[in-house]
């Protein structure tokens, strides 16, 4: 009978042997190293730490530098990225410059709990840097965002106004506030409205646009050269230098109450922004003396001499027939007034049996020296026209120079 197998040289049991023994060096390399209080523990010089998790925990997606549309010219540098998990957080953003090198050096970095349990999922984020470049002279600049880089040019030197340029300051429309950049208007289309009344007052709407976002209107400034009767009128805007904004161009109106008031008869020309169109008076646009033509046809009554009247501009009409005993009809008028301080003021009507038609004025009052808000109001008025005893026919409504008809059958 043959001696039994040794245990040892078994194969299985070999194979078993081995696996514990790698099992225990693997065991052995990833236990942590015993470091006495105080004692830094030697870092592996093959293993570097993780620099990027050390100095910021974030990556950079792409960096894009945005130049506004100013003097002096603002700079914005956009940074997208994402954080490496949800307990990150953005901790310090520092800007330096190089002048020898033309280049500005963007440092962004984290911080994070190191006990805390987070997920590890990525969290996008954007930040918006502004880059001081008020005084730079007109060349090519590089940006560097931890390690992004990219470029933008100046074309002219990005310095304010020399001392030779001083003089404008006092100019409308020129900034004298380092804080605001002030501009012009664009003015794209100017319409001129005539009001018939004596004195006659006039009216310019300027239409436009703003180049972006932030930018305002300021002031509207006007002026009159009695030499070659032009009225300069000056549309300044007003944006502040710290300000992104989208960079769509917003739409404006503007109604302007141009000072006519004593010019004589003659053809006048309005220059907005050097956008130009002209206008005529028929006659020399001036109050009535004392006791002359004092008292107003449609009211029959003297008129106050602290408020200015017009008429009423009437953009469209719309008649009404009610079927009753008798027929009632009624005209609804819409339109606008010229500010915010304008009012209606009276309502009249009569009617010439020559011509069939009923004439209504709708007149307005505002008080002459009050300053008011150049916005055009809406209104609309529903008169009731006195149609009694009037036979068959096709009649004609005449209000404030807008037309429209009715029949009535009878």
């Given amino acids: ?167 404008r300051l006092l100019e409308p ?8 950049h002030d501009g012009i208007a664009e003015v794209e289309d100017v319409d001129i409205i005539i009001v018939d009344s004596l004195p006659a007052q006039v009216s310019v709407v300027a239409w436009g646009h703003l180049r972006d976002g932030c930018t305002e209107i300021d002031e509207i400034q006007q002026a009159f050269d009695a030499e070659t009767n032009t009225f300069f009128v000056e549309i300044t805007t007003v944006r502040s230098t710290d300000g992104f904004c989208t960079m769509a161009l917003v739409p404006f109106e503007e109604q302007i109450s141009l000072a006519v008031g004593d010019l004589v008869a003659g053809t006048y020309t309005v220059d907005v922004n050097g956008l130009t169109d002209s206008f005529t008076l028929g006659v020399d646009n001036r109050p009535p003396a004392d006791g002359e033509g004092d008292v107003d046809e449609g009211t029959h009554r003297r008129p106050d001499q602290s408020m200015t009247y017009d008429t009423a501009e009437v953009e469209e009409i719309e008649v009404r027939i009610r079927e009753s005993d008798p027929v009632h009809v009624t005209v609804v008028a819409r339109g606008y007034v010229g500010d915010g301080c304008t009012e209606i003021d009276h309502i009249g009507q009569r009617f010439d049996a020559a011509t069939g038609t009923f004439y209504v004025k709708i007149s307005t009052a505002r008080p002459t020296e009050a300053m008011c808000i150049l916005i055009l109001q809406r209104f609309e008025e529903r008169i009731t026209l006195d149609v009694e005893d009037l036979g068959t026919g096709t009649y004609t409504v005449d209000v404030n120079g807008v037309t429209d008809t009715f029949t009535l059958d009878g």
Wanted: with cysteine.
């Fill in 1 to 167: 009978m043959s001696a039994p197998t040794s245990l040892f040289r078994s194969r299985p049991v070999k194979a078993l042997v081995v696996v514990i023994m790698l099992l225990a060096l693997a065991l052995t390399a990833c236990a942590p190293s015993i470091v006495d209080a105080g004692e830094k523990p030697t870092q592996d010089p093959a293993n570097p730490p993780d620099q990027s998790l050390r100095d910021g925990g974030l990556d950079i997606a792409e960096i894009e530098v945005v130049l506004m549309e100013s003097f002096p010219v603002q700079v914005g540098v956009f940074v997208r990225g994402h954080l490496r998990d949800g307990c990150t957080e953005i901790d310090e953003i520092r800007q330096t410059f190089n002048a020898a090198t033309n280049t500005f050096a963007i440092e962004i970095t984290t911080m994070r709990d190191a006990d805390a349990l987070c997920t590890m999922a990525l969290v996008p984020f954007e930040e918006r840097v502004v880059l001081h470049v008020h005084g730079l002279e007109a060349g090519t600049y590089t940006v560097n965002v931890n390690g992004a880089i990219d470029t933008f040019t100046l074309d002219v030197d990005n310095v304010p106004y020399s001392e030779e340029d001083e003089g």
């Fill in 173 to 180: 429309g020129i900034p004298s506030d380092e804080s605001n």
